[in-house]
């Protein structure tokens, strides 16, 4: 059930994976695997249903702005580093699901989608579980290793 939770928290908020895996116990290869599947299953359905689920979000809100300052900060993004700049941003700021309609959206193609939201997937599911793991222990870590002591 903690693979489970792991899972589904990454693939909705990338850091949700790292932070969950290490309150519930969870090693932390397992939270790592658990954290990139969860996106990743996120980044391939959306990657091939992406255009379909924005459509359908278009025409339900047909009275929203074209341009805000959001979607100008992500087009100057786009302009300026690419795909694989969202790429990088995605786990930090886009979320899985954000990151994913972006690049859907400026017409990149599903496998370079998949290909390179992968490869930050790796690297920021290590970035954040190993600093989670191994810099910073979570009080409820110091709180066990307390009561170990005193016993």
């Known amino acids: 059930m903690d693979y489970l939770l792991v899972y589904l928290l990454s ?6 994976g790292p932070v969950t895996g290490r309150l519930v116990g969870l090693h932390w290869i397992e939270t790592i695997f658990c954290t990139i599947l969860g ?8 990657s091939f249903f992406g255009k379909k ?4 979000f278009n025409q339900k809100s047909k009275n929203r ?18 795909m694989w700049g969202i790429s990088f941003l995605t786990p930090l ?20 989608i998949i290909y390179k939201m992968f490869i930050f997937c790796v690297f920021w599911a290590l970035i954040f579980t190993f600093s989670l793991y ?18």
């Open 134 to 151: 191994f810099l910073f222990p979570t009080p409820i870590q110091k709180n066990k290793n307390l009561t170990e002591k005193s016993k």
């Open 65 to 82: 702005k074209i341009f805000t300052p959001k979607k100008r900060k992500i087009v100057r993004i786009w302009k300026k580093y690419g």
């Open 11 to 16: 693939s909705v908020k990338f850091f949700a």
């Open 93 to 112: 700021l886009f979320t899985p699901i954000g990151g994913t309609l972006i690049a859907v959206s400026f017409g990149e193609k599903t496998k370079n």
């Open 53 to 56: 689920v924005k459509n359908y």
């Open 39 to 46: 996106m990743m299953t996120t980044v391939v359905i959306l």
